[in-house]
Nanobody, 116 residues
Framework: QVQLVESGGGLVQPGGSLRLSCAASGSPLSIIAMGWYRQAPGKQRELVARITSGDNPVYGDSVKGRFTISSDNAKNTVYLQMDGLKAEDTAVYYC??????????WGQGTQVTVSS
């Protein structure tokens, strides 16, 4: 059974940085896209960033220029470098991986809180 394990969340002051990591275990099928989504209280889950082999990364409008997504395909691992964090970035961040066949995999979520 495939599991996505996230790490790197926590509490940070406005303007600070965090780096999230997500690794897949359990021999996932060929992964064609990896990404991060987030959900703040009372809001819908939204795309933060997504990366696909051979294409430029896609970012949500609110994080462009501040967040950077990267991946290590050989290790089925995806990262999210978050700089210039703002209070409105506070949310639960979910890792997502899309296999060539079948449904997408989701992580359990990691809390990111930006507060002074």
């Amino acid at each position: 059974q495939v599991q996505l394990v996230e790490s790197g969340g926590g509490l940070v002051q406005p303007g600070g940085s965090l780096r999230l990591s997500c690794a897949a275990s359990g021999s996932p099928l060929s992964i064609i896209a990896m990404g991060w989504y987030r959900q703040a209280p009372g809001k819908q889950r939204e795309l933060v960033a997504r990366i696909t082999s051979g294409d430029n990364p896609v970012y949500g409008d609110s994080v462009k220029g501040r967040f950077t997504i990267s991946s290590d395909n050989a290790k089925n691992t995806v990262y999210l470098q978050m700089d210039g964090l703002k209070a409105e970035d506070t949310a639960v961040y979910y890792c997502n991986m899309l296999p060539l066949l079948g449904a997408a995999y989701w992580g359990q979520g990691t809390q990111v809180t930006v507060s002074s």
